[in-house]
């Protein structure tokens, strides 16, 4: 063993130290080191014992505090708990009914889903809904693009606007709006 090892076990080391001097030196030591070993587990034992003393103390008490309870209280608490689960229920309902609203409309089923639970929530869900209409004309757009097919295209501004246009939804609000400020009487025909 080197000095340094020596030394970090909290030995002195002198120099001509004989090995019956080292031998002793380690032994005082890995007694003194078993004595606070000893004393650490005893401390261990002592501490679990109390910890599971109050656990049982605990436990003991909470048993004791439901048996006090009154058969109105014990009612009252079970009457509490549906009501609690009555209300997630309820909630849970009126979210997939709105979701499913949604979905009819067009709506993602990721979107349909914040809106609904935003609603229920009372949170202000107008920017989703706007992200919505957005997505919804951009489809438009690139199914018309697709299709070959632009509406108020050619000579006649208002020549391709017709009912079954507008019943296949292939108009945008901004269009639909510019053509009820521009011509009515279109507007009106064809929405009939």
Do not use: C
Request: hydrophobic letters at 30%.
């Amino acid at each position: 063993m080197t000095k340094e090892q020596i030394e970090k076990l909290g030995l002195t080391f002198t120099e001509g130290m004989t090995d019956d001097q080292v031998f002793e030196a380690f032994s005082k030591l890995k007694g003194e080191l078993t004595a606070e070993k000893s004393k650490f587990e005893s401390e261990a034992k002592t501490n679990k014992g109390l910890v599971d003393k109050y656990s049982s103390e605990i436990s003991a008490l909470k048993k004791e505090k439901q048996d006090r309870m009154t058969d109105e209280e014990k009612k009252a608490q079970e009457h509490q708990q549906l009501l609690d689960e009555i209300a997630s229920l309820k909630k849970d309902k009126t979210v997939s009914e709105k979701v499913a609203k949604y979905l009819k409309l067009g709506y993602s089923e990721e979107v349909a889903k914040k809106v609904a639970e935003g609603e229920i929530d009372g949170v202000d869900v107008s920017d989703l809904h706007a992200q919505f209409l957005k997505e919804h004309d951009e489809q438009l757009k690139k199914k018309l693009m697709k299709e070959n097919h632009i509406p108020n295209g050619g000579g006649d501004p208002n020549k391709s606007f017709t009912k079954e246009g507008f019943r296949k939804g292939e108009y945008t609000y901004e269009q639909l709006d510019k053509l009820s400020r521009e011509n009515p009487a279109l507007f009106d025909e064809i929405t009939k």
